[in-house]
C-alpha cells in the first residue's frame, strides 16, 4: 500500500537528511491522512487525485515564482513536483493519448467542435490517472477541428 511505502521513504529520507523529499513525501502523507478521515473516503482513486492536485499546485506555483524571477524558489517547487509524481502510475505520451482520442471519437461518433462534451466526458473517465486533463482537451479540440 502506498502509506506503507511513504512511510519508510520517509524513514530513509530522514536519514539521509534528504530535506526537500522529506517535505515532499510529508506532504503526501499528510493528504493521505486527510483523505482518510474526510467525507470522501480513501480510496487508490481518491489517493491518486489528491496527489495529481499536489503536482498540478506546485507546477503552477513554480510558474509563477518564474514570473517574478525568483528561480530558486521554483527549482525546489519543481523539485517536489518530480518527487510526488514517482508515486503516481506513468503518464501516457502526447501520441498515446492522441491514439485513444481518436477511438472514443470514432466510437461516439463525433464529427465537430460541437462534440467535444460528448468526448471529453468518455475521454476524461478513461485516462483519468494516465493523462492530464488540459492535455486531453488540446487534443480533442485538435482533432474535433480537422
Known amino acids: 500500500m502506498l502509506e506503507e511505502k511513504i512511510n519508510a521513504d520517509i524513514k530513509s529520507a530522514m536519514l539521509a537528511k534528504e530535506a526537500s523529499k522529506l517535505e515532499a513525501l510529508r506532504a503526501i502523507k499528510s493528504a493521505i491522512i486527510l483523505l482518510k478521515t474526510s467525507a470522501e473516503g480513501y480510496s487508490d482513486e481518491t489517493e491518486q ?48 493519448i492522441r491514439a485513444e482520442v481518436a477511438t472514443i471519437i470514432t466510437s461516439v461518433g463525433a464529427s465537430s467542435a460541437a462534440d467535444m462534451g460528448k468526448v471529453m466526458g468518455v475521454a476524461s473517465k478513461q485516462l483519468a490517472g494516465k493523462a492530464d486533463g488540459k492535455t ?9 477541428s480537422k
Open 136 to 144: 486531453i482537451s488540446g487534443i480533442v479540440k485538435e482533432l474535433l
Open 49 to 96: 487525485k489528491a496527489m495529481q492536485k499536489m503536482v498540478k499546485q506546485r507546477k503552477e506555483t513554480a510558474e509563477v515564482y518564474k514570473t517574478q524571477n525568483r528561480p530558486e524558489l521554483a527549482d525546489v517547487e519543481l523539485a517536489q513536483a518530480a518527487i510526488i509524481e514517482a508515486y503516481l502510475p506513468k503518464q501516457m505520451s502526447e501520441d498515446e
